[in-house]
């Protein structure tokens, strides 16, 4: 059965309703249901995305210099991303064709801090609790404290890596959160000389704790190399921006879509004009849209973006230490590796490598201590950013008005292109090994391991004390609440 | 870490585009305006693992935030350290940033509190809410004493 066959059942009556609400390890507000018939065999999976509107409505009507300060509040776990999409949007508009040297690598050394931050939180506390301990292992110990008890140098590590990611960041964007570094046209300030000594100070450290990071995913993949290669997989389509010369670049270039066989469907497509390429269908069961590649079709035309696709889809890395575990990677396991679902993790630690790497050859490059920070033109109507954010291709497009406030606003991320990605991955894990077995805690854990290995950014910051309890119901079909699991 | 932090220090979280979750920021706003001696503010999202760097050095600690279901006006409570990573690792519980410290230092954190505002309504775009900025008003001295308190316990 393929995953498709699980978004909807034949027949829902009779079947027991299992949901998980919200996802544990998870940015924002998720819920899986699954749809189980007598026997307990899975007629339906769906991952629900509950809270991903009214974004576009916030922007509307803002000055369009306050977008790339606001947009930041969208979300507080990638608020970098969104700040540069939208300064590269709005770059448009002023009609800065070129930045300046000075602004286009501070704004690269910015996101390259960002992808570090975003990525070590990722693995070191969202991910390696599974990864390290098991999907089934005690609940109790299956959290960062457990790792940091098992695994002392690893939990420092991660914090360690993030606190510089989190230093690179308030240093090029002025501030620890709502950072104004980057604006429309270029950024508002470069690095001082004791700004830049300070970063390089630690930079090395950085590189080889990020390199020792890729080997433990490889270690771990070695340890339990059948449920790795196994687990969730499906086969995709591909989108990813990549370098003219086809390598990997988090920052700016064309849009390249590949199938599953890794063969052309587009490439070096100029992202102005995306919607060419992309369209996006609506469900009746999801706030979330579901984009797909317009040469194939709502049906076929799904894709997944994120550092599995980019890792796997550039030509090449254009930092040494990457490109060669890139290569690793690719060849491991026959491949196959590079086609798992937790491959994601494995790629998100080359990316890390790749962005420590790329910050140490900024800082001993001086156009980051320049005073040459703006650049402009002549004044457009409308603006398309594109960049690689930590979880994938994020699109901003915004439309202002002669009253230079924002007509229309339309933001595509990371988490929505991937949406049907994610829900094949948890169909395929719910039919594999959820599939006529007594629900346990570990085994709905499964579920979670997948739509994490995304690293989902389900909504934004909203995280008052209270505000997101665990449960998990059992729902009879005509909606009695038969159980319901608690955890924390 | 910084030679001499100020002894206390003041976490607020919240996003101040969410309506009610902007009490904590606003709070954090206020009290850097006062300027009071011996007390940095640092404002956050979310509160995370690296958070538990910024508690180096400091004698007291006081983590403000929004809260859901919390007896109006607010509360306050000792925090001590716990692993309660359970529902999210994206954001982290004062407990649980307590408890990094802990396991990072291998050293007891300082002592926190923490003071949590009711909040009510936290949709994107929202301005605080009526019940919110009344809350905001009362929660206002008892976040200026716990700083004068906390102060007052270093030089003690």
């Not at chain 1, 602004?103 to 990525?119: N, V």
């Not at chain 1, 059948?226 to 997989?233: I, K, W």
């Not at chain 1, 050859?361 to 004044?379: I, K, N, T």
Request: charged fraction near 25%; include cysteine; charge should be negative.
């Amino acid at each position: 059965m393929s995953p498709a066959a699980l978004e909807t059942a034949r027949n829902k009556d009779g079947l027991r309703r299992v949901v998980i609400e919200p996802l544990s390890r998870v940015e924002g507000h998720g819920k899986v249901t699954l749809l189980l018939d007598e026997d307990g065999h899975v007629q339906q999976a769906r991952l629900h995305i509950v809270e991903f509107r009214a974004f576009e409505k916030f922007i509307q009507g803002r000055p369009y210099w306050e977008v790339p300060v606001m947009v930041q509040r969208l979300c507080g776990i990638c608020p970098v991303s969104h700040h540069l999409a939208a300064s590269k949007a709005l770059d448009q508009v002023v009609g800065a064709k070129h930045l300046t040297p000075t602004a286009e690598k501070i704004r690269r050394l910015m996101h390259y801090g960002q992808i570090l931050q975003s990525h070590a939180l990722h693995f070191f506390h969202l991910s390696s609790p599974d990864l390290l301990f098991g999907f089934d292992s005690d609940v109790a110990r299956r959290n960062i404290m457990g790792v940091a008890a098992a695994y002392p140098d690893v939990a420092r590590q991660g914090v360690l890596l993030r606190k510089y990611g989190q230093e690179i960041i308030r240093h090029t964007a002025g501030k620890r959160i709502h950072g104004t570094g980057s604006v429309p046209g270029g950024v508002n300030k470069s690095l001082t000389v004791a700004e830049r000594d300070e970063l390089l100070r630690d930079i090395y450290q950085i590189v080889g704790w990020s390199r020792d990071a890729v080997r433990l995913v490889r270690q771990l993949f070695e340890a339990s190399l059948d449920e790795f290669r196994a687990f969730g997989s499906f086969r995709a389509h591909t989108l990813c921006l990549v370098r003219a010369d086809g390598a990997l670049d988090l920052y700016h270039g064309g849009l390249r879509a590949r199938d599953a066989d890794n063969r052309r469907i587009f490439d070096h497509v100029d992202y102005s004009r995306y919607w060419d390429q992309i369209s996006e269908e609506v469900k009746d069961w999801s706030y979330m849209k579901f984009p797909f590649l317009r040469s194939l079709g709502p049906e076929d035309g799904w894709y997944r973006v994120g550092p599995l696709t980019r890792v796997t889809r550039c030509d090449f890395i254009p930092t040494p230490l990457a490109d060669r575990e890139r290569r690793e990677f690719l060849a491991f396991d026959e491949g196959r590796a590079a086609l798992a679902t937790l491959g994601f993790h494995w790629a998100r630690m080359i990316e890390m490598l790749h962005a420590a790497e790329s910050i140490k050859d900024l800082l001993h490059d001086d156009d980051v201590l320049g005073h040459d920070l703006m650049a402009g033109g002549e004044r457009q109507a409308r603006g398309v950013g594109v960049i690689e954010a930590p979880r994938g291709t994020l699109i901003h497009h915004y439309r202002v008005d002669e009253n230079d406030q924002v007509a229309r606003a339309n933001l595509i991320v990371s988490t929505t292109h991937n949406n049907q990605a994610m829900n094949n991955a948890i169909r395929e894990v719910a039919r594999r090994y959820l599939d006529g077995r007594t629900l346990t805690e570990g085994l709905l854990n499964h579920i979670e391991v997948a739509v994490r290995a995304f690293d989902p950014c389900l909504s934004c910051a909203t995280h008052a004390m209270g505000k997101m309890p665990l449960s998990v119901q059992l729902v009879d079909a005509d909606g009695t609440l038969v159980d319901t699991l608690v955890r924390g | 870490m910084r030679q001499h932090p100020a002894p206390v220090l003041v976490l607020a979280v919240g996003n101040p585009s969410r309506g009610d979750d902007a009490l904590g920021p606003l709070l954090a706003d206020r009290l850097a305006a006062a300027a009071l001696p011996g007390v940095e503010v640092i404002t956050e999202f979310q509160l995370q693992v690296e958070n538990a760097l910024d508690l180096e050095g400091r004698e007291r600690v006081i983590f403000v935030d929004a809260g859901v279901g919390t007896r109006a006006p607010f509360e306050v409570r000792e925090a001590t350290p716990a692993a309660d990573f359970l529902h999210t690792s994206h954001a982290l519980s004062p407990e649980a940033v307590l408890a990094t410290y802990l396991r990072i230092k291998g050293e007891a954190p300082p002592p926190a509190t923490i003071l949590c505002v009711r909040g009510e309504s936290f949709e994107l775009g929202e301005g605080l809410s009526r019940d919110a900025a009344a809350h905001l008003q009362a929660a206002w001295p008892k976040l200026a004493s716990l700083c004068a308190v906390g102060v007052a316990e270093t030089h003690a």
